[in-house]
DNA sequence: CGATATACCTCATCTGTCAAGGTATATTAT
DNA sequence: ATAATATACCTTGACAGATGAGGTATATCG
């Protein structure tokens, strides 16, 4: 986990929005599909979690309610807004772009 | 330079042990170069540079010694070291595995 | 002789991450 | 019964890296 963290570093708004794309979430759910899509080598911070969703909702991605659930603990579900789609969307343009130019910066000159 | 600089944080140690993997060189050099290798889209601030050169002569990755131009402004030459080098080749190993693991968790469910 | 390019540097500030703490409910094991 | 674990939320303070803004000095070009 500590080390791909750093890289990971910056990526945190984008990973959430992604798993909000196709349905809501809530938080802790949130967090284990991550948990689980990277077949258990990484997952968020609680304290890195919750600072996004604040972010990303004072930034009008995110839209948040209380679950209506009859049992066990509360949960914030969260919904991606139109523009949280369109962020969305420009960050995977900038990830692709950013890729190749990491991809060319770190290469050394002399390939064998 | 605005829209990919936050994905970019994080690998300034890699890219300039990068450029240091061939051939010494200083940092106003180091620097152009990163902007040719980038057509002229990139370079690190100038701050963000001398800063990740102190952090790597501390952990000991490079060291450091004065050009003897007999004109011109005084150049201060880095030097990656034999710990540069396996800092290098882990860096390089973790940038693999973490580019894998953020296409994984950016991407949506459904896709058509 | 003023502007620009080369070449170095530091300090204060901002932002995102995270360790450490906290609250509350439900389930499972002893 | 009760202790432990899982679920589920939250905040605060500290830290590290990036950066804007400032500085110094030399050489060249118009």
Redo the contacts between chains.
Sequence with gaps: MS??A??????TD??IL?RL??SDNYGYEINKS?LQ??GG??ELKEATLYTAFRRLEQAGCISSYWGDEQTGARRRYYSITTAGRDTYNS??S??K???K??D???????KQ
Tied chains: 1, 2.
């Design positions: 080390i791909a750093d890289l990971l570093r910056g990526h984008t990973i992604a794309m196709d991550i899509r990277t080598d990484y960050l995977i900038e990830w772009v950013a890729k130019m990491i060319s910066l770190i290469e050394t000159e002399d």
